[in-house]
Nanobody, 129 residues
């Protein structure tokens, strides 16, 4: 059974940094798509960044471009999200997700949350002004 466990969330002031980790276990080959999503209270779950593991291509939400960096460590089976220059509007629960099924829509960033099979439990990020 695939399990994803996020960590690294917390409370920071605007301008600060956090690095989220998503440790994956229970699979024998890499997912096709891995991504980070976030959900603020009363809002929909939105994509933040995603990686196509077959070619390593990456795409970010416009709101985080230049501030966030997604990366993966295949030896440790861990996905990361380095978040710099944090803003209060980045406050949300952050989730990592993975799916093994073929994706023909180009960047995994365009894969809707409902199409991801595996999710972590989430880690809260709170940014104060």
């Amino acid at each position: 059974q695939v399990q994803l466990v996020e960590s690294g969330g917390g409370s920071v002031q605007a301008g600060g940094s956090l690095r989220l980790s998503c440790a994956a276990s229970g699979y024998t080959y890499s997912p096709i798509c891995m991504g980070w999503f976030r959900q603020a209270p009363g809002k929909e779950r939105d994509g933040v960044a995603a990686i196509n593991t077959d070619d390593g291509s990456i795409r970010y939400a416009d709101s985080v471009k230049g501030r966030f960096t997604i990366s993966q460590d295949n030896v440790k089976n861990t996905l990361y999200l380095q978040m710099n220059s944090l803003k209060p509007e980045d406050t949300a629960m952050y989730y990592c997700a993975a799916d093994y099924r073929r994706w023909s829509g180009g960047s995994c960033y365009y894969r809707a949350p409902a199409s991801y099979n595996y999710w972590g439990q989430g880690t809260q990020v709170t940014v104060s002004s």
